[in-house]
């Protein structure tokens, strides 16, 4: 059922003093809506509860990219677009170049935000994981001042995220320190574009001498957050990766096997999620 | 309800409206331009394309208010004084629409790759023209149009 939008309010302050002021006045009556290519699909679909928004679109503060000598800064409100189209990020963030290819069709892309993906926590997102292996850091934001976590700890459980209701996420800070590794992403998904991956992996290793010295695994849809996959991480360290890969993909195997909780849904089952998780993982590990 | 100006094919307009109104509804009911199609409703389809300040996106998604001060062009504003322009022209010279739903979203993305990306390749065109569904054509006489009309501009 469609909702009868007379009862819904949206306000649009235009700065983000103002937007942080009308939190800050009226603790949790207002919603943010940024591009909103989550929140106006619940409104058709008659389940947006929010009942009063505060529009954070065409705000100029939270929409830019701040490069320096050894970071990139990403405002919120940055579209998918805007990321595609960085020469920064295209050259040294490539999972999130690559993350924000696949999220949606060109239309999603240019209103559908990386703030928006990152609060609206879906286990399934596609910047998630890329963020997680970057070790983004996180600017939140509110009338009352301003605070940093890492990216790693913005996720509570499902769709629960360290946002207090009168906070704003602000900025994603990546370090600009990742030349020499080697990346992989892939999302497994019905088709290329629109669909919601059913699993996806962003991955960096750093690999010397045939030895994995240091590996990072960001994955979608395996637990009820996006998550690091820190037990196979931490079975790969140090391991072979020369002519003989049979020991150490069936370590990793073992390892994604005891920690992945992939569940069943409208888009696949956790027995096809845990298979192909394992596929991607050996794929990465068989390029390195 | 909210007073909001925008610019709609060129044309300030302004109207009283609910701020979460979608813009594909007052596009098509508060302005009666209803060229602007919906599929979906859920950005899955595109036909509810138009394009918002020079970017495409799905007016199904779009609440009213984010698109005051904007300037939208939808398909009413593509040909030029009632006759159609190169990118409609093509289509209807390539068979690229038939039942006619999917077509002004597809003008618009058509425009919106043209602009990026004056001579495609077909993996560019596959790309940008993915977030529009069509039920009849088959894509292959879209991506010819869109190919032939690459070609004729740059002729
Ligand atoms: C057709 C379609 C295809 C899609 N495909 C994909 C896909 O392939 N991969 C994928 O990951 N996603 C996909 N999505 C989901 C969506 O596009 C993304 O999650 C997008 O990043 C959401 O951003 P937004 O700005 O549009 O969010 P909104 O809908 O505006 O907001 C989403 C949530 O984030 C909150 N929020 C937004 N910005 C802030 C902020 N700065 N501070 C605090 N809270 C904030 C809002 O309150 C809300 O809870 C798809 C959506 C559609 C409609
Ligand atoms: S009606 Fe808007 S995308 Fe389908
Ligand atoms: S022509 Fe009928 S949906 Fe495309």
Not at chain 2, 4 to 28: F, H, Q
Not at chain 2, 96 to 104: L, S, V
Request: glycine share 10%; aromatic share 4%; with cysteine.
């Amino acid at each position: 059922m469609r909702s009868n939008v007379s009862q819904y309010d949206l306000i649009a302050p235009g700065s983000l003093a103002a937007v942080l002021n009308a939190l800050a006045d009226s603790p949790g009556e207002f919603t943010p809506i940024a591009g909103g290519t989550e929140l106006m699909v619940a409104l058709g679909a008659g389940r947006l509860e929010a009942k009063k928004l505060v529009s954070l679109w065409g705000i100029p503060e939270l929409r830019f990219i701040e490069v320096s000598e050894d970071a990139v800064t990403i405002g919120a409100g940055t579209t998918f677009t805007d990321l595609r189209r960085h020469p920064v990020i295209a050259s040294d963030f490539t999972l999130l170049a690559q993350a924000a290819s696949w999220t949606g069709s060109i239309a999603n892309q240019n209103r559908g935000t990386l703030g928006g993906n990152c609060v609206n926590a879906s286990p399934a997102a596609d910047s998630p994981p890329a963020l997680l292996v970057y070790e983004a850091e996180l600017t939140l934001i509110s009338a009352s001042g301003a605070r940093k976590v890492p990216y790693g700890k913005f996720h509570l459980g499902y769709k629960k995220t360290m946002l207090r209701p009168d906070e704003l996420l602000y900025s994603i800070q990546l370090k600009r320190n990742f030349s020499g590794y080697v990346s992989y992403a892939r999302k497994v998904g019905t088709r290329n574009a629109q669909a919601i991956s059913k699993v996806a992996i962003a991955a960096l290793a750093r690999v010397h001498g045939g030895v994995i010295e240091e590996i990072r695994l960001g994955a979608a849809s395996l637990r009820e957050t996006p998550a690091r996959l820190v037990a196979t991480e931490l079975a790969l360290t140090r391991r072979s990766v020369d002519a003989e890969l049979g020991p150490t993909i069936a370590a990793a195997r073992t390892a994604l096997a005891g920690e992945c909780r992939p569940i069943d849904d409208i888009r696949s089952t956790a027995k096809y999620r845990a298979a192909v998780a394992g596929n991607l993982v050996e794929e990465f590990l068989r390029g390195l | 309800m909210s007073a909001i100006t925008l610019t709609i094919n060129g044309e300030s307009k302004t109207i009283t409206a609910p701020p979460m109104k979608r813009l594909l509804d007052v596009l098509r009911e508060d302005l009666h331009l209803t060229g602007t199609k919906e599929g979906c409703g859920e950005g899955e389809c595109g036909s509810c394309s138009v394009l918002m300040n020079g970017e495409l996106v799905n007016s199904c998604l779009v609440p009213v208010l984010q698109a005051a001060g904007a300037n939208v062009c939808t398909i009413e504003g593509v040909a030029v004084e009632g006759r159609l322009d190169a990118v409609q022209q093509c289509f209807l010279e390539e068979g690229g629409a038939q039942c006619g739903i999917c077509t002004p979203g597809m003008i618009l993305a058509t425009h919106h790759l043209l602009d990026k990306y004056p001579q495609p390749t077909m993996a560019q065109i596959q790309e940008g023209l993915a977030g529009n569904l069509c039920r009849c054509t088959g894509y292959k006489r879209i991506f010819n149009a869109v190919e032939s009309c690459a070609k004729k501009s740059h002729a």
